[in-house]
């Protein structure tokens, strides 16, 4: 009598972590995840990287490019996504943190806004060399849950060389960092996402104390205009032209971040030329919730990855 040992599973995905994309901290890593096709999980035409920046009120350290994970069966299921991407950046100071305090020698933990979106863009940079995840001619999605959704929407609205900045600041000024070139583009997703901070800070009266700290350690003294700099909603920027989609989804369980941002970043949205599709998406749970349990990041994706592929099978068609 013979005897067979049963087949042995391939991995959903295959990983590589902390891999340094600048050397100005420790934090400045990021995670490569690639899908393994198999026949009953192929990897389907047309096909996406997707970059994932994390929140975590821009000074959690216990809030990293890891978080997404929960996410993967939802993201790589959908057959659409090739490879996530998932940033770490430097935090901002938190020397009350319960556990794990950051302290003032501490270069990954002092950092000052927009050192963090910089940080965002030199992993894009990392990731558009050669042979790289966002390399020239491919096609890539942008992702962000809390204040990596205010960062993902900032990248979406970066003016395109060939057109006037639709707003009265000068960038740098305005506190948005450098600009790069984003080639591919053409998806962007905020989840739970802060787009207004200081309309953030008054609908949670009683955690005021804790806004206004992360708040002005991210971005200076309310008094002397620093929270506008993260103000994405009201400062007259327009959405890329090579983005198709912007999806902005929300919970009304949400407990730190009131759903009236949803509607209001959604209302102000606008493109530099033409029209995209703009996309809702309301998802279930508490603020974190959202991105643990795997399934609120799984669905905003998969809607943006509909809306994308509706697209593409339209211009296949000629539509």
């Known amino acids: 009598?013979?005897?067979?040992?049963?087949?042995?599973?391939?991995?959903?995905?295959?990983?590589?972590?902390?891999?340094?994309?600048?050397?100005?901290?420790?934090?400045?890593?990021?995670?490569?995840?690639?899908?393994?096709?198999?026949?009953?999980?192929?990897?389907?035409?047309?096909?996406?990287?997707l970059l994932y920046i994390h929140g975590g009120a821009f000074r959690d350290p216990l809030v990293t490019s890891l978080s997404i994970i929960p996410s993967f069966p939802a993201i790589f299921s959908t057959g659409h996504i090739a490879t996530i991407a998932s940033i770490n950046y430097r935090l901002s100071p938190y020397p009350h943190h319960p556990t794990h305090?950051?302290?003032?020698?501490?270069?990954?933990?002092?950092?000052?806004?927009?050192?963090?979106?910089?940080?965002?863009?030199?992993?894009?940079?990392?990731?558009?060399?050669?042979?790289?995840?966002?390399?020239?001619?491919?096609?890539?999605?942008?992702?962000g849950h809390s204040v990596g959704a205010t960062m993902a929407l900032m990248l979406a609205m970066s003016p395109s060389p060939s057109l006037p900045s639709p707003s009265t600041h000068n960038h740098d000024e305005y506190g948005w960092g450098h600009e790069i070139p984003l080639p591919g583009l053409i998806g962007v997703i905020g989840i739970s996402g802060i787009y207004d901070f200081t309309a953030c800070r008054d609908a949670h009266p009683a955690m005021r104390d804790i806004y206004d700290a992360f708040i002005t350690g991210a971005f200076g003294p309310e008094e002397d205009g620093g929270w506008e700099r993260g103000d994405v909603r009201s400062a007259g920027r327009r959405v890329g032209r090579e983005v198709g989609v912007v999806v902005v989804g929300g919970s009304r369980g949400d407990e730190l971040v009131e759903w009236e941002q949803v509607g209001a970043m959604m209302g102000g949205l606008e493109w530099e030329e033409g029209e995209g599709r703009k996309v809702v998406v309301e998802v279930e749970g508490g603020h974190m919730d959202v991105v643990e349990g795997g399934v609120g990041v799984g669905m905003c994706v998969g809607r943006c990855l509909e809306a994308l592929v509706g697209m593409e099978e339209g211009r296949g068609d000629g539509l």
Do not use: F
């Not at 994309?21 to 192929?42: A, C, E, F, G, K």
């Not at 950092?111 to 096609?139: C, F, M, S, T």
């Open 101 to 143: 305090p950051s302290h003032p020698g501490d270069k990954s933990r002092n950092a000052k806004w927009p050192d963090h979106i910089n940080d965002v863009r030199d992993a894009i940079k990392y990731l558009q060399r050669p042979g790289g995840e966002l390399e020239e001619g491919k096609e890539w999605i942008i992702c």
């Open 1 to 49: 009598m013979s005897t067979t040992n049963p087949p042995t599973l391939a991995p959903l995905y295959t990983s590589h972590l902390s891999i340094p994309y600048s050397p100005l901290s420790p934090l400045n890593t990021l995670d490569i995840h690639h899908l393994t096709p198999t026949p009953t999980n192929p990897l389907l035409s047309p096909s996406y990287t």
